[in-house]
T-cell receptor, first 114, second 115 residues
Framework: AQSVTQPDIHITVSEGASLELRCNYS??????LFWYVQSPGQGLQLLLK??????LVQGIKGFEAEFKRSQSSFNLRKPSVHWSDAAEYFC????????????FGRGTSLIVHP | DAGVTQSPTHLIKTRGQHVTLRCSPI?????VSWYQQVLGQGPQFIFQ???????GRGNFPDRFSARQFPNYSSELNVNALLLGDSALYLC??????????????FGEGSWLTVV
Protein backbone atom coordinates (compact mmCIF):
# COMPACT_ATOMS: atom_id res chain seq x y z
CA ALA A 1 0.00 0.00 0.00
CA GLN A 2 1.15 3.50 -0.71
CA SER A 3 1.92 5.90 2.13
CA VAL A 4 3.29 9.38 2.67
CA THR A 5 5.28 10.65 5.62
CA GLN A 6 5.71 14.32 6.41
CA PRO A 7 8.02 14.18 9.41
CA ASP A 8 7.65 17.81 10.44
CA ILE A 9 4.33 18.80 11.98
CA HIS A 10 5.35 22.47 12.29
CA ILE A 11 8.08 24.51 10.61
CA THR A 12 8.90 28.06 11.62
CA VAL A 13 10.92 30.35 9.37
CA SER A 14 11.62 34.04 9.18
CA GLU A 15 10.30 36.03 6.27
CA GLY A 16 12.90 36.06 3.51
CA ALA A 17 14.55 32.85 4.67
CA SER A 18 14.69 29.71 2.57
CA LEU A 19 12.29 26.83 3.14
CA GLU A 20 12.40 23.08 2.73
CA LEU A 21 9.47 20.84 3.64
CA ARG A 22 10.16 17.13 3.73
CA CYS A 23 8.10 14.36 2.18
CA ASN A 24 8.91 10.66 2.03
CA TYR A 25 6.73 8.16 0.27
CA SER A 26 6.30 4.44 0.04
CA UNK A 27 5.12 3.01 -3.24
CA UNK A 28 5.99 -0.06 -5.27
CA UNK A 29 6.54 1.65 -8.60
CA UNK A 30 7.26 5.14 -9.84
CA UNK A 31 4.55 7.22 -8.23
CA UNK A 32 2.79 10.39 -9.14
CA LEU A 33 3.68 13.02 -6.53
CA PHE A 34 1.96 16.22 -5.54
CA TRP A 35 2.25 19.15 -3.19
CA TYR A 36 -0.86 21.04 -2.12
CA VAL A 37 -1.29 24.12 0.06
CA GLN A 38 -4.26 24.84 2.29
CA SER A 39 -4.81 28.28 3.77
CA PRO A 40 -6.95 28.52 6.91
CA GLY A 41 -10.58 27.72 6.16
CA GLN A 42 -9.84 27.01 2.51
CA GLY A 43 -9.69 24.03 0.22
CA LEU A 44 -6.49 22.63 -1.23
CA GLN A 45 -4.60 24.29 -4.05
CA LEU A 46 -2.15 22.38 -6.20
CA LEU A 47 1.38 23.81 -6.02
CA LEU A 48 3.13 21.34 -8.30
CA LYS A 49 3.12 17.75 -9.49
CA UNK A 50 5.57 15.15 -10.74
CA UNK A 51 4.56 12.50 -13.23
CA UNK A 52 7.78 11.72 -15.08
CA UNK A 53 10.77 13.34 -16.73
CA UNK A 54 12.82 16.09 -15.13
CA UNK A 55 13.11 15.35 -11.43
CA LEU A 56 13.15 19.05 -10.51
CA VAL A 57 9.63 20.38 -10.81
CA GLN A 58 8.66 24.03 -10.82
CA GLY A 59 5.34 25.10 -9.40
CA ILE A 60 3.31 28.16 -8.67
CA LYS A 61 4.17 30.89 -6.15
CA GLY A 62 7.91 30.30 -6.57
CA PHE A 63 7.90 26.75 -5.17
CA GLU A 64 9.88 23.83 -6.54
CA ALA A 65 10.28 20.18 -5.56
CA GLU A 66 12.82 17.52 -6.36
CA PHE A 67 12.00 13.85 -6.85
CA LYS A 68 14.78 11.62 -5.50
CA ARG A 69 14.01 8.00 -6.22
CA SER A 70 16.96 6.67 -4.20
CA GLN A 71 15.69 8.45 -1.10
CA SER A 72 11.96 8.02 -1.81
CA SER A 73 11.61 11.72 -1.24
CA PHE A 74 9.86 14.67 -2.82
CA ASN A 75 10.88 17.71 -0.78
CA LEU A 76 9.34 21.11 -1.38
CA ARG A 77 11.57 24.19 -1.47
CA LYS A 78 11.31 27.92 -1.78
CA PRO A 79 14.33 30.25 -1.79
CA SER A 80 12.66 33.17 0.00
CA VAL A 81 9.50 32.82 2.07
CA HIS A 82 6.82 35.51 2.19
CA TRP A 83 4.44 36.04 5.10
CA SER A 84 1.57 34.99 2.83
CA ASP A 85 3.13 31.52 2.52
CA ALA A 86 1.98 30.69 6.05
CA ALA A 87 -0.39 27.74 5.56
CA GLU A 88 -0.68 23.97 5.78
CA TYR A 89 1.25 22.00 3.17
CA PHE A 90 0.32 18.50 2.09
CA CYS A 91 2.35 16.01 0.12
CA UNK A 92 0.40 13.33 -1.77
CA UNK A 93 1.26 10.21 -3.74
CA UNK A 94 -0.87 8.56 -6.38
CA UNK A 95 -0.68 5.41 -8.41
CA UNK A 96 0.83 5.77 -11.85
CA UNK A 97 -1.78 4.89 -14.45
CA UNK A 98 -5.44 4.14 -14.14
CA UNK A 99 -7.95 5.53 -11.73
CA UNK A 100 -6.49 7.62 -8.99
CA UNK A 101 -6.76 7.19 -5.26
CA UNK A 102 -4.19 9.65 -3.91
CA UNK A 103 -2.84 9.28 -0.42
CA PHE A 104 -2.09 12.45 1.52
CA GLY A 105 0.41 13.02 4.28
CA ARG A 106 -0.72 14.52 7.56
CA GLY A 107 0.58 17.92 6.57
CA THR A 108 3.21 20.42 7.72
CA SER A 109 2.12 23.71 9.20
CA LEU A 110 4.33 26.59 8.06
CA ILE A 111 4.66 29.55 10.41
CA VAL A 112 6.35 32.67 9.07
CA HIS A 113 7.86 35.21 11.46
CA PRO A 114 8.27 38.83 10.33
CA ASP B 1 -15.51 30.31 -14.57
CA ALA B 2 -16.71 29.11 -11.21
CA GLY B 3 -14.54 26.70 -9.31
CA VAL B 4 -15.73 23.68 -7.38
CA THR B 5 -18.62 24.78 -5.19
CA GLN B 6 -19.80 23.01 -2.07
CA SER B 7 -22.80 23.47 0.17
CA PRO B 8 -23.45 23.99 2.94
CA THR B 9 -20.23 25.59 4.14
CA HIS B 10 -20.92 24.87 7.80
CA LEU B 11 -23.45 22.71 9.59
CA ILE B 12 -24.08 21.20 12.99
CA LYS B 13 -25.82 17.87 13.42
CA THR B 14 -26.73 15.66 16.34
CA ARG B 15 -25.45 12.11 16.77
CA GLY B 16 -27.63 9.62 14.90
CA GLN B 17 -28.84 12.14 12.36
CA HIS B 18 -28.30 12.07 8.63
CA VAL B 19 -26.45 14.64 6.54
CA THR B 20 -26.28 15.42 2.82
CA LEU B 21 -23.41 17.44 1.39
CA ARG B 22 -23.49 18.80 -2.14
CA CYS B 23 -20.84 19.52 -4.72
CA SER B 24 -20.88 21.16 -8.13
CA PRO B 25 -17.77 20.46 -10.21
CA ILE B 26 -16.07 22.84 -12.55
CA UNK B 27 -17.96 23.07 -15.82
CA UNK B 28 -16.84 20.27 -18.15
CA UNK B 29 -15.38 18.13 -15.37
CA UNK B 30 -16.82 14.64 -15.26
CA UNK B 31 -14.97 13.24 -12.26
CA VAL B 32 -15.86 14.10 -8.69
CA SER B 33 -14.20 12.77 -5.58
CA TRP B 34 -14.87 13.23 -1.88
CA TYR B 35 -12.42 13.47 1.01
CA GLN B 36 -12.72 13.68 4.77
CA GLN B 37 -10.22 15.88 6.59
CA VAL B 38 -10.19 15.54 10.34
CA LEU B 39 -8.56 18.41 12.21
CA GLY B 40 -4.79 18.04 12.17
CA GLN B 41 -4.76 15.36 9.50
CA GLY B 42 -4.49 15.15 5.75
CA PRO B 43 -7.52 14.45 3.56
CA GLN B 44 -8.69 10.85 3.45
CA PHE B 45 -10.22 9.55 0.23
CA ILE B 46 -13.87 8.51 0.50
CA PHE B 47 -15.30 8.12 -3.02
CA GLN B 48 -14.61 8.84 -6.64
CA UNK B 49 -17.30 9.09 -9.29
CA UNK B 50 -16.75 9.35 -13.00
CA UNK B 51 -19.50 9.53 -15.58
CA UNK B 52 -22.04 8.85 -12.81
CA UNK B 53 -20.44 5.56 -11.79
CA UNK B 54 -18.50 4.82 -8.64
CA UNK B 55 -14.87 4.26 -9.63
CA GLY B 56 -13.20 4.14 -6.26
CA ARG B 57 -14.02 3.82 -2.59
CA GLY B 58 -11.85 4.42 0.42
CA ASN B 59 -11.91 2.65 3.76
CA PHE B 60 -15.12 4.13 5.14
CA PRO B 61 -18.16 2.35 6.60
CA ASP B 62 -21.37 1.77 4.69
CA ARG B 63 -22.91 4.72 6.51
CA PHE B 64 -21.15 6.79 3.87
CA SER B 65 -22.66 6.83 0.40
CA ALA B 66 -22.55 9.11 -2.60
CA ARG B 67 -23.94 9.58 -6.04
CA GLN B 68 -23.32 11.63 -9.14
CA PHE B 69 -26.10 13.18 -11.16
CA PRO B 70 -26.45 13.58 -14.94
CA ASN B 71 -25.13 17.15 -14.67
CA TYR B 72 -22.05 15.71 -12.88
CA SER B 73 -22.88 17.32 -9.55
CA SER B 74 -22.59 15.03 -6.58
CA GLU B 75 -23.97 14.34 -3.13
CA LEU B 76 -22.27 12.74 -0.16
CA ASN B 77 -24.61 11.18 2.38
CA VAL B 78 -23.69 10.09 5.88
CA ASN B 79 -26.18 8.17 8.01
CA ALA B 80 -26.24 7.57 11.75
CA LEU B 81 -23.73 10.33 12.45
CA LEU B 82 -21.06 9.75 15.07
CA LEU B 83 -19.00 12.33 16.92
CA GLY B 84 -15.98 11.09 14.95
CA ASP B 85 -17.60 12.16 11.70
CA SER B 86 -16.90 15.78 12.62
CA ALA B 87 -14.55 16.97 9.91
CA LEU B 88 -14.06 19.11 6.84
CA TYR B 89 -15.51 17.32 3.82
CA LEU B 90 -13.78 18.25 0.60
CA CYS B 91 -15.03 17.74 -2.90
CA UNK B 92 -12.67 17.74 -5.86
CA UNK B 93 -13.28 17.64 -9.58
CA UNK B 94 -11.19 16.85 -12.62
CA UNK B 95 -11.68 16.28 -16.32
CA UNK B 96 -11.09 12.56 -16.14
CA UNK B 97 -10.60 9.88 -13.54
CA UNK B 98 -6.92 9.32 -14.19
CA UNK B 99 -4.10 11.10 -12.42
CA UNK B 100 -1.87 11.30 -15.45
CA UNK B 101 -1.96 14.70 -17.09
CA UNK B 102 -4.95 15.60 -14.97
CA UNK B 103 -5.26 18.37 -12.41
CA UNK B 104 -7.59 17.94 -9.46
CA UNK B 105 -9.34 21.07 -8.21
CA PHE B 106 -10.69 21.21 -4.67
CA GLY B 107 -13.62 23.10 -3.27
CA GLU B 108 -13.44 24.99 0.00
CA GLY B 109 -15.22 22.22 1.83
CA SER B 110 -18.16 21.69 4.14
CA TRP B 111 -17.45 21.86 7.86
CA LEU B 112 -19.54 19.26 9.70
CA THR B 113 -19.77 19.30 13.47
CA VAL B 114 -21.55 16.42 15.18
CA VAL B 115 -22.68 17.07 18.75
Amino acid sequence: AQSVTQPDIHITVSEGASLELRCNYSYGATPYLFWYVQSPGQGLQLLLKYFSGDTLVQGIKGFEAEFKRSQSSFNLRKPSVHWSDAAEYFCAVGPSGGSYIPTFGRGTSLIVHP
Amino acid sequence: DAGVTQSPTHLIKTRGQHVTLRCSPISGHKSVSWYQQVLGQGPQFIFQYYEKEERGRGNFPDRFSARQFPNYSSELNVNALLLGDSALYLCASSLSQALSGNTIYFGEGSWLTVV
